[in-house]
Structure formats: C-alpha cells, structure tokens
C-alpha cells in the first residue's frame, strides 16, 4: 500500500459522493423500489419508495451497474418474474442468451460480469420460491417401462408421470449420495 | 434483519417446547446451540452508519442440529429470507469478535463485529462490496480496519 490512510479517506471521499450522486438518480431510486417491494433487496438508503409499478429493463441494467446485487438478481427475474420489468420489443442479446441458457439448462454464460454461480442461486429464491424452471428432455422407454411408471403413478400417487420418475431420481440420488467437495465461490 | 434477535428468541422457545416434548415421550432432547451471523445481516444487526444494500440470504456459522437448522430456516422464511446453504464456508479473519445478540436458554446468537466483515468482504468478494468499502474509509475506517487489511493483504487502493 502506497496511499497513506489520510490520502485513502480523501479519495475515497470523492468516491462516494461520487456514488450517492448515482443512488439519488431516479432511475436508481425507481428499480430498488420495485426490487425491495417485492422482497428481493432490502436498503436503509433513505427515501426509496417501495413501488408495485414495472421499471423499464434499461434502467434495471444501468442500476445494476451501481449495485452489483441488482445484476446478480436479474437473470432470475427476468426468467421467474418478468413482470416487475418492461420489457423492450428487443432484448439485449445477452439477456436473451442468459435466460434461454436458464430455462433450457445449457451451460451459463456470466451475465454482466456476474458469474453464473452467483446469479443461478436466485433462480430458485425469485417468484415461485423452490421452484427452477423445467427443462424438457426426451427419453425412449420399452413398453414395460410406460407400463411401470403408469403403475407407479397410481399407486404412489403421483400426479404424473415426470414426478414418478423426479422421485425415483431423488431416492437414487439420495442412495448414492457421496460426500462430493463443493464449489466455495 | 431488524428483528433478528426476536427470531432468535422464537427459536429458542421452540427448542424448549421440543424439548419438553421430548421429554414426555421419552425421546432425546436437543442440544443447546449457538449461531454467529456474519456478511451484511451481521452489519445490519450492528446498526453500522453505512449504506446497506442486501439480498435476502443469511450467512451463519451455527452448531445446531439438523431439526433446529429447519426451524430457523423456516422462521427466516417467514420474514422473506434465506439461510444461505453456503453461508458456513464465508471466510473470517481469527481476530473476528463475536457480539452478543441474543441469549437464550437453548439458543445463543452473536453477530461478527463490522471491521471483521468488511474485511472478509474487500478480499473474498471486493467487486461486489466495493462501494461499502469505500463508503467506510470515506467515514473514516477504524485502525483495527487498517491492521486487519494489512495483515490479510486487503489492496485498499482498489477501492478508491
């Protein structure tokens, strides 16, 4: 470290005033809004307004640049909870990129500089809460296996066949569970 | 995150109905635990003078039991947030104090003193946290702060 801590602070100073020039604007004020009426963010910024109005996409991607937060959440909400955008006739191309990799369970692409691991989280948090987008996939089953999983459907009871086989993912999962490392970023 | 200390509290009575329970039927009680909430709930909790931005998540390091895990997380749930299921991997530097939050019969909670966490914050995720960091040393960070980024290496430079 170079700067003395009295150089920091003066920097630093210019910074953020800087910054809450930023968090005065009202395209800022507007998506925080939005965002912390609909439980997603929470700020002790003074005067944001809690709004149920729909704040345009162009605004959320400019105060995403101010609050890195904002873009971390948007991938999800632009996949489970669009309505709190407006959205243009043409989306950004890497926001269409971004939630069709959601919804289609392709590789992620980082979204504005946020990484995949940082912004799928939310997927499941935003909206329909434990819920993540379903992916449809395609598999050839013998007729024993059509006629197992009617049976099961019926006897389980499941309300159809894909949560038949969800189960039976899970208690295998769950069967052969290993203590696998996780990923800490 | 104002009402974190009163969610403690609900979770410490339940343990103890749990428990009484238990102890009519014979089965085993839990144990006490304790929680230490850390990242910006622990700055939320500590009423810093900085502009706090935050998701719903909780980060904590905690020794409950797995039923008492479940509890918590549906008692978060209830006030719209979310145990972060990686929150207990978050990095503290040693020298982390521990204020006290609440203290129970069978649930204690602490919150992560501020220098603490904005340390842990300017090195593990400095991009994210940038505008916190350089809110603190614009208001003029505490000498522990400076100790502390000298002896983890934090760059403060970059935040200003």
Same mark, same amino acid.
């Given at each position: 470290?170079?700067?003395?801590?009295?150089?920091?602070?003066?920097?630093?100073?210019?910074?953020?005033?800087?910054?809450?020039?930023?968090?005065?604007?009202?395209?800022?004020?507007?998506?925080?809004?939005?965002?912390?009426?609909?439980?997603?963010?929470?700020?002790?910024?003074?005067?944001?307004?809690?709004?149920?109005?729909?704040?345009?996409?162009?605004?959320?991607?400019?105060?995403?640049?101010?609050?890195?937060?904002?873009?971390?959440?948007?991938?999800?909400?632009?996949?489970?909870?669009?309505?709190?955008?407006?959205?243009?006739?043409?989306?950004?191309? @890497?926001? /269409?990129?971004?939630?069709?990799?959601? !919804? =289609?369970?392709? #590789?992620?692409?980082?979204?504005?500089? $946020?990484?995949?691991?940082?912004?799928?989280?939310?997927?499941?948090?935003?909206?329909?809460?434990?819920?993540?987008?379903?992916?449809?996939?395609?598999?050839?089953?013998?007729? @024993?296996? /059509?006629?197992?999983?009617?049976?099961? !459907? =019926?006897?389980? #009871?499941?309300?159809?066949?894909?949560? $038949?086989?969800?189960?039976?993912?899970?208690?295998?999962?769950?069967?052969?569970?290993?203590?696998?490392?996780?990923?800490?970023? | 995150?104002?009402?974190?200390?009163?969610?403690?509290?609900?979770?410490?009575?339940?343990?103890?109905?749990?428990?009484?329970?238990?102890?009519?039927?014979?089965?085993?009680?839990?144990?006490?635990?304790?929680?230490?909430?850390?990242?910006?709930?622990?700055?939320?909790?500590?009423?810093?003078?900085?502009?706090?931005?935050?998701?719903?998540?909780?980060?904590?390091?905690?020794?409950?039991?797995?039923?008492?895990?479940?509890?918590?997380?549906?008692?978060?749930?209830?006030?719209?947030?979310?145990?972060?299921?990686?929150?207990?991997?978050?990095?503290?530097?040693?020298?982390?104090?521990?204020?006290?939050?609440?203290?129970?019969?069978?649930?204690?909670?602490?919150?992560?003193?501020?220098?603490?966490?904005?340390?842990?914050?300017?090195?593990?995720?400095?991009?994210?946290?940038?505008?916190?960091?350089?809110?603190?040393?614009?208001?003029?960070?505490?000498?522990?702060?400076?100790?502390?980024?000298?002896?983890?290496?934090?760059?403060?430079?970059?935040?200003?």
């Amino acid at each position: 470290m170079t700067l003395t801590q009295s150089d920091l602070k003066t920097r630093a100073r210019k910074r953020h005033q800087a910054l809450r020039r930023k968090h005065r604007d009202p395209r800022f004020r507007a998506v925080m809004g939005r965002f912390v009426e609909e439980g997603l963010l929470e700020t002790n910024i003074e005067g944001i307004v809690p709004r149920r109005r729909a704040v345009p996409l162009d605004d959320a991607l400019w105060a995403g640049t101010v609050e890195p937060r904002i873009m971390e959440l948007l991938p999800a909400v632009l996949v489970k909870k669009s309505t709190l955008l407006r959205l243009p006739k043409e989306l950004p191309e @890497d926001v /269409v990129e971004v939630m069709h990799a959601i !919804r =289609h369970g392709k #590789p992620m692409p980082n979204f504005r500089g $946020v990484p995949p691991e940082q912004y799928l989280p939310w997927v499941i948090q935003v909206g329909r809460k434990g819920r993540s987008p379903s992916v449809l996939k395609s598999f050839r089953f013998r007729h @024993d296996d /059509v006629l197992r999983l009617a049976r099961l !459907r =019926h006897s389980l #009871p499941a309300r159809s066949d894909t949560a $038949v086989i969800r189960m039976a993912l899970e208690l295998l999962e769950a069967s052969t569970a290993k203590n696998s490392p996780i990923d800490p970023s | 995150m104002d009402n974190l200390a009163q969610l403690f509290r609900t979770l410490d009575q339940w343990v103890a109905r749990e428990n009484i329970r238990a102890r009519v039927e014979g089965t085993p009680a839990y144990g006490s635990c304790s929680v230490r909430v850390l990242g910006q709930s622990a700055l939320w909790a500590a009423g810093v003078d900085l502009t706090l931005i935050a998701t719903q998540d909780l980060d904590a390091y905690a020794d409950y039991e797995w039923a008492v895990q479940r509890e918590f997380e549906r008692l978060l749930a209830e006030d719209g947030k979310v145990l972060d299921p990686h929150g207990h991997e978050v990095w503290m530097p040693g020298e982390t104090r521990y204020d006290p939050l609440y203290q129970g019969t069978f649930v204690e909670a602490f919150v992560a003193d501020a220098d603490a966490v904005l340390i842990s914050k300017a090195l593990k995720a400095a991009e994210k946290n940038r505008a916190l960091v350089t809110e603190y040393l614009a208001k003029g960070a505490s000498e522990r702060f400076f100790e502390l980024a000298q002896k983890y290496r934090v760059d403060l430079e970059q935040f200003v």
